[in-house]
Structures are given as structure tokens and as C-alpha cells.
């Protein structure tokens, strides 16, 4: 396997320079060092880990993570009607807690008065 692959490799998987030249190192991969350097340590690729996908018709396709964060920076992960039912039902939620609310407080008023009455 090509050193610079395996640099490459490790990298993607957000591993320091430090840690690949160990690694390297304990291999036994003479001049890691240098190998690190000729890598394209100035690479733009993002670090991260990366996931394997597998299509319908079983064709394999590497996707890296951090790409993908890139891509869809500004809009919203999930994209469905179902969110804004939910925010819907979440608002409607949230004003029945709150009519709730205000009856509680009123029957603790109106209790309030009846022991007071009571107690005349």
C-alpha cells in the first residue's frame, strides 16, 4: 500500500502529524518523517472521519463527514413538512399549558376567597 495513502487515511480520520510519525514510527516505515512532509501536509481536505456508503445497486462511495457539514451549512438538516406540523403542535402545546395556567391561578382565587369567607 502507498505510504501517502495511508498519510492520507489518517488524516481523514483527524489524526495530528504527531500521532501519524508515531505510528509510523512503530511500524517500522523508514523516514516517516519525510513521507509525512511529501504528503501534502498543506492539503485542504477536511479532517474527520469519513463513512462508507452503499447504493441500491451495491456501488460503494466513501463520504467524508466534515464535507458533508460543509454542504449543508445554512439549511436545516431535516427538510419536511412533519417539522412544521410539529413546530404547530409544539406552539399549540404551549398555548394550551399556558390557558391551562391562567384557570389554575383562577381556581386558586376563587379558593382563596371561599376560606376567607370561611373564616369570617
Do not use: C
Request: charged share 30%.
Amino acid at each position: 500500500m502507498d505510504i501517502k495513502l495511508i498519510i492520507q487515511k489518517m488524516r481523514e480520520r483527524g489524526m495530528s502529524d504527531d500521532e501519524i510519525r508515531k505510528n509510523l514510527k512503530e511500524l517500522g516505515v523508514a523516514g516517516a518523517g519525510d513521507a509525512l512532509g511529501a504528503s501534502g501536509a498543506s492539503d485542504d481536505k477536511p479532517v474527520g472521519f469519513s463513512m462508507t456508503s452503499v447504493g441500491a445497486e451495491g456501488d460503494e462511495k466513501e463520504i467524508s463527514v466534515a464535507s458533508m457539514i460543509q454542504k449543508s451549512e445554512g439549511t436545516p438538516l431535516f427538510q419536511s413538512s412533519s417539522s412544521q406540523k410539529l413546530e404547530q403542535k409544539l406552539d399549540d402545546a404551549i398555548a394550551l399549558m399556558r390557558a391551562l395556567q391562567d384557570v389554575t391561578k383562577k381556581v386558586l382565587q376563587t379558593n382563596q376567597e371561599i376560606l376567607l369567607r370561611l373564616k369570617k
